[in-house]
Structures are given as C-alpha cells and as structure tokens.
C-alpha cells in the first residue's frame, strides 16, 4: 500500500516492462511446431536421412548497448561454433525495418556436420530504460544439403515480422 493507503492495478506487459511481443513466421506446410527448452517456439521439417532441419525462435528482453551481431554469435557460440561468419551487413537495409544481424557457422553435432544460420532482430518496444525485445531466430540443416535447406531457411528467417508494438501505457 503507498503512503496514503490507496492501490491501482497494473496489468503485465505494460509501458515499463513491455514483455516479448507477438510474431508472425511463414513456415512450409509440412513442418510441425513444438515448444522448445529455452525458445519460443520450434519448427521442424519432416525427417530426412535422420535428420529434422529446423528452426527455433528465442527471445528475450535485452539491454539497449546489446549488439544484434554480438547476440548472434552468442546464439552459434552455445552450440559449440568456432568459426563463425558474418552474413551481410548488420543494421536495417530501410528506415521502416527494424535492425538485424546474421551469422553461419558449420559444425559437428552429433556426429555430423550442421549448418547453423543465427539472425537477430529486435521488436519496436523499448522501455524508458532502452531495454528491448531480441528475436533470435536459429535454423540448422545437414552441411551436405545446405544448397537446398539453407534457401527454405533463409525464405522463414525473412518472413519473420514482429506483430507486437508498443503496449498501452498503465
């Protein structure tokens, strides 16, 4: 109770702490969705030679002196990356986009040598603070069909659209 014994109610996410806001992700028909430990969701193709090509969206709130290109290569350096490559030009290609990074490594996972795409992308809600919502959105296919299952990747990656604006204030 504040000093004077009155309350107000405040509804979560709200102006000062927005939360991770909604998306939209074009996925091929065929894929399946499941909830992944530690993302926001997983899509995965059918299988193919023992192998599910996939890809996980993550997000989190993250502080504004964050670097996108620097949270990709975090994203490639849990699964084990060593060498990793820079896609393109990190940023906004026009002033209505929002910014983001790419980054590819190949590695050996289980056995077998993966590709892993790592982009990242933030939504249009920063707090007071320059908190913001990051969007990592993190595809792997077998090296030896990357020529095919990079491109079906590459094709989700860029329909990834943050829905969510900025809350209502309290």
């Not at 939360?19 to 926001?40: K, N, Q």
């Amino acid at each position: 109770m504040s000093s004077n014994g009155s309350m107000q109610n405040v509804g979560w996410p709200n102006s000062v702490s927005p939360g991770i806001g909604a998306f939209r992700i074009d996925v091929p028909s065929d894929w399946s969705a499941i909830e992944p430990t530690g993302g926001l969701i997983a899509f995965l193709a059918p299988p193919n030679d023992n192998f599910r090509v996939n890809l996980v969206v993550f997000g989190e709130r993250v502080p504004g002196d964050k670097d996108l290109g620097e949270l990709a290569e975090e994203a490639l350096l849990g699964a084990g990356a060593t060498e990793i490559v820079a896609i393109g030009v990190d940023g906004a290609e026009t002033d209505e986009q929002l910014p983001s990074a790419a980054r590819r490594t190949d590695l050996m996972l289980e056995g077998r040598m993966v590709r892993q795409l790592a982009v990242t992308t933030e939504g249009p809600d920063r707090s007071p603070t320059g908190v913001r919502s990051v969007y990592a959105l993190v595809g792997s296919c077998l090296t030896e069909r990357a020529e095919v299952d990079e491109h079906i990747l590459t094709e989700m990656i860029s329909s990834f659209t943050v829905t969510a604006g900025i809350p209502a204030q309290q």
